[in-house]
């Protein structure tokens, strides 16, 4: 019995769903007995692309590392932006009882925060570690802090500068292995072999009509179906002005 496999607008994807969908695709078909189907050959030049593949893919899980390093480091800064900001709040009110605990942290912002604005990673992950050592260090401090209301500020700055080192470091291997691809160049070859086999799933039930891919058909649609499913939803919430781009990638069929 003819079947027909649906299709998808492949350029919708993003680096890190297209590799997925391509492999999950492979895998699907040789499910299915490729060489009883006619479809080994096919099948073949698809597999041939998935080293390329998992290239792009290496390359944008990167690439979400480093965006990840950024969103951390703006958090840093703006919260010891925001330390100061309280501070200097607190410096103008007349609440003498507030006055000693307050030239206290002055005193402790002015070692550790100038400049920090400007500090590259590396050097902001050191000078935070510091501050927080120096922070833990001295009772005074830690009472100026709570009596600021700041001692929250300090606790997330610890939280989110325990995640920065791990990050930074896996993003430096990845990038000494990792070499730059062409992804645009690469998915193109590989559209073109997906949309061969998929054609050949097609012609070849027409022309064997005593072999039936019609469970193989139902597979595939179904994860396509999921993919087409989930991009429309991707542009609804787009076109309703929300910002998709920080979405978790979509990874078949559930």
């Given at each position: 019995?003819?079947?027909?496999?649906?299709?998808?607008?492949?350029?919708?994807?993003?680096?890190?769903?297209?590799?997925?969908?391509?492999?999950q695709l492979s895998v699907l078909t040789a499910n299915h007995n490729p060489d009883l189907l006619h479809l080994t050959k096919p099948l073949a030049r698809v597999n041939a692309?998935?080293?390329?593949?998992s290239k792009i893919r290496a390359q944008e899980l990167s690439n979400a590392i480093t965006n990840k390093l950024r969103d951390i480091s703006n958090e840093r800064k703006t919260l010891v932006s925001g330390i100061n900001s309280q501070v200097?709040?607190?410096?103008?009110?007349?609440?003498?009882?507030?006055?000693?605990?307050?030239?206290?942290?002055?005193?402790f912002l002015n070692i550790h925060t100038p400049g920090f604005a400007d500090a590259n990673y590396p050097s902001g992950t050191q000078r935070t570690t510091d501050m927080l050592a120096d922070f833990d260090s001295?009772?005074?401090?830690?009472?100026?802090?709570?009596s600021m209301h700041l001692t929250t500020f300090f606790e997330q700055l610890r939280a989110i500068n325990i995640q920065f080192?791990?990050?930074?470091?896996?993003?430096t291997q990845e990038d000494a292995a990792a070499e730059t691809v062409d992804a645009h160049a690469i998915r193109s070859?590989?559209?073109?072999?997906?949309?061969?086999?998929?054609?050949?799933?097609?012609?070849c039930s027409?022309?064997?009509?005593?072999?039936?891919?019609?469970?193989?058909?139902?597979e595939l649609n179904n994860l396509i179906g999921h993919y087409?499913?989930?991009?429309?939803a991707r542009t609804t919430r787009r076109n309703a002005g929300k910002d998709v781009s920080n979405e978790a990638p979509i990874t078949g069929a559930q």
């Amino acid at each position: 019995m003819p079947v027909k496999i649906i299709r998808l607008h492949f350029l919708e994807l993003w680096n890190n769903e297209y590799p997925l969908l391509v492999n999950q695709l492979s895998v699907l078909t040789a499910n299915h007995n490729p060489d009883l189907l006619h479809l080994t050959k096919p099948l073949a030049r698809v597999n041939a692309m998935l080293p390329q593949l998992s290239k792009i893919r290496a390359q944008e899980l990167s690439n979400a590392i480093t965006n990840k390093l950024r969103d951390i480091s703006n958090e840093r800064k703006t919260l010891v932006s925001g330390i100061n900001s309280q501070v200097k709040t607190f410096s103008k009110l007349s609440m003498p009882s507030l006055a000693l605990h307050v030239e206290t942290m002055k005193r402790f912002l002015n070692i550790h925060t100038p400049g920090f604005a400007d500090a590259n990673y590396p050097s902001g992950t050191q000078r935070t570690t510091d501050m927080l050592a120096d922070f833990d260090s001295k009772p005074e401090v830690r009472a100026a802090a709570e009596s600021m209301h700041l001692t929250t500020f300090f606790e997330q700055l610890r939280a989110i500068n325990i995640q920065f080192s791990p990050l930074y470091l896996q993003r430096t291997q990845e990038d000494a292995a990792a070499e730059t691809v062409d992804a645009h160049a690469i998915r193109s070859e590989s559209d073109k072999e997906v949309i061969a086999l998929l054609d050949a799933i097609e012609y070849c039930s027409r022309e064997y009509e005593e072999l039936d891919y019609q469970p193989l058909a139902n597979e595939l649609n179904n994860l396509i179906g999921h993919y087409k499913t989930q991009l429309k939803a991707r542009t609804t919430r787009r076109n309703a002005g929300k910002d998709v781009s920080n979405e978790a990638p979509i990874t078949g069929a559930q």
